[in-house]
């Protein structure tokens, strides 16, 4: 029985194969809150992936691979409505009647925006400055009440919250409802590089559903606390990333034993590392398993993406007529 009331919803772009950062910081949110609320609708936005790619070779191939590791990570198609956001064309429309209601200079100011010119100043698109408009789109479509996500997404729910009241009280409505955001226990897992957020933009990820050997690679490639120059030295698990993992793929004693040698130099970086790469390989083990056998099931994942967006199109046309209705357009 679910102990709250109302819809989850959340999205993320269809990136391939996941890494620890996406998993810490929503999947294992998102298998959790299945529990806890009445329904959970979690959708790979494919539309917003548009305003960042420079080509679209890889969306299908990419939007699969997700699909598989959040399958095999627990999220489960029989409580959960698990889509692609363009097979729901709704969310676009709503898209539309939510921009007259958004002030251009919100959009301009957002950090997130301003990082994206930063980041893509030969690509600063339309859809782009549009990108928070259409995530609201996403969470009000659904009449969501709970948005799982990492930190890093807070200025677009905060967003999203605001444009709610804006398109509520400029027509006179409730017909929208103000999303809470949820962050896990995880909200900002960082990279092997010891400093950037894990992404794989950047290229210091550590994908969940890698082989033994690849995890154990990129494991070994971590940056430690950079003080610790010799074996000798000893370290400081405090400002070390590798620690930081350790707290939540090894046992308490391995947790606790890691902590103290470091700080004496019993323990050094490598075997400190190769205890961790064998733990992350243990913990995902059964995922990994359960990922194989669905990949070899051929149709399984279109299937579930196709009922899912059939299932999540009932609520939405269920929302587009409301809003149209609170609007006043013409019958
Ligand atoms: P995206 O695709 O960048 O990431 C998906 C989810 O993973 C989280 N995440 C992380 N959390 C902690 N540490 C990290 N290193 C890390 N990397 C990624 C993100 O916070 C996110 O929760 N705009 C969204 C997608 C979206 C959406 C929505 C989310 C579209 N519509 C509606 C919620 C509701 C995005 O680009 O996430």
Not at 94 to 123: A, C, I, W, Y
Not at 242 to 253: A, P, T
Request: charged share 25%; aromatic share 6%.
């Amino acid at each position: 029985m679910a102990e709250k009331s109302g819809r989850v919803f959340s999205g993320a772009r269809p990136t391939g194969r996941q890494h620890l950062g996406n998993y810490l910081g929503a999947i294992k949110n998102y298998v959790a809150l299945q529990e806890q609320y009445e329904e959970c609708v979690y959708c790979i936005v494919d539309i917003h992936a548009l305003t960042t790619v420079e080509t679209t070779q890889n969306l299908r191939h990419n939007t699969r691979e997700m699909a598989l590791d959040w399958l095999a990570a627990g999220m489960d198609p029989q409580r959960s409505i698990i889509f692609v956001q363009s097979h729901v064309p709704q969310v676009v429309e709503l898209h539309t009647f939510l921009s007259m209601v958004t002030p251009m200079g919100k959009l301009t100011d957002l950090p997130t925006f301003k990082e994206r010119v930063r980041q893509q100043p030969h690509n600063v698109n339309y859809g782009l400055l549009g990108y928070p408009v259409l995530m609201a789109a996403d969470i009000t479509l659904y009449k969501a009440v709970a948005v799982p996500v990492g930190v890093d997404q807070a200025p677009h729910i905060e967003f999203t919250r605001e444009l709610v009241r804006s398109f509520n009280y400029r027509y006179d409505t409730d017909v929208l409802i103000e999303p809470q955001m949820v962050v896990t226990e995880f909200p900002k897992v960082i990279g092997i590089d010891g400093q950037n957020k894990m992404s794989k933009s950047l290229d210091n990820h550590i994908e969940i559903s890698a082989t033994p050997g690849e995890t154990t690679e990129r494991v070994m490639q971590m940056v430690t606390d950079p003080a610790r120059v010799r074996r000798s030295d000893p370290g400081n698990p405090d400002v070390c990333n590798v620690y930081s993992l350790h707290k939540v793929f090894s046992s308490q004693e391995e947790v606790d034993m890691v902590n103290m040698e470091c700080r004496r130099a019993g323990i050094g970086c490598v075997d400190c590392k190769k205890l961790l790469a064998k733990n992350i390989n243990e913990y995902f083990a059964p995922l990994r398993a359960r990922r194989a056998e669905f990949s070899s099931k051929d149709g399984y994942v279109n299937d579930i993406l196709h009922e899912g967006a059939a299932r999540a199109r009932k609520i939405a046309e269920g929302t587009i007529a409301e809003v149209k209705e609170a609007i006043g357009l013409p019958e």
